[in-house]
């Protein structure tokens, strides 16, 4: 078995942390904190970017020398209402307080330095719909490549009804040749409702050296170094991810499993 499965560390503070360096890449960094009311956390951007995802509850938050005021409004993510979210670049410094229980993912990857600090959502942020069928899913974008307010990261949180797939017809985005297909790292970090359900999450690349399917329980994170990597939610359980991509190019182009690619063709 390969390390792409990360459960939690515990149910209190930094319940994730996901680097480079402990993931075997280049560019994705990650983690979650889970804050009690009155719990505070802070860390520096450093060499990366980041985007803070207010997923549940309402923090005091500030960075870059300013303060942001009190951010989030969702206290359950199943609510699917917009997430309120806060941009940082390279060399900056954040720290929220807690006023509920809360959980803050940190989002990070290689910053540039060519963009300011700023809010992202709920404003601007539309649920959508994708797919047919059971592969209907619903989407809240944070920061795909239409906006252009970061250097590398991609950021975007998915819906997935009970009974439904996601991140599907079966798809990789493994190499750097754009504009056919481009190099872009991932991480799904995912919640469950109810939260004692679980969700089936398969990486494999098209010839199987890269063949893991994962039982996937509330807040635990999966990492995509590479291949395919579609989720099914069993019937009875609702699924939710945030997904974090990055690479050398700011660019989401990918190429379907030949298995699938006739639904894809049917569907387009």
Known sequence: MTNLLHKPFGTHGKVHAITPQTAGWRYVGFSV?????????QELTGTNEVILVMIEGKAWISGADQDWGLLGDRMSVFEKSAPHCLYLPNGAEWRAVAETDCTIAVC?????????ARLIGPEGITLTERGKGTNTRYINNIAMENEDYCDSLL????FTPAGHWSSFPSHRHDEDDYPRITYLEETYYHR????????????????????????????DVVCVPRGHHPCGAPYGFEMYYLNVMAGPLRKWRFVPAPAVQWIMDRDA
Do not use: C, W
């Open 192 to 219: 469950l409702n109810p939260a004692d359900g679980f969700g089936i999450q398969r990486v494999y690349t098209d010839d199987l050296q890269l063949d893991e399917t994962m039982a996937v329980a509330d807040g």
């Open 33 to 41: 904190y889970r804050l009690r009311p009155g719990d505070s956390a």
């Open 108 to 116: 990070a990857a290689p910053g540039k330095g060519g963009h300011e």
């Open 155 to 158: 950021v975007t949180e998915v």
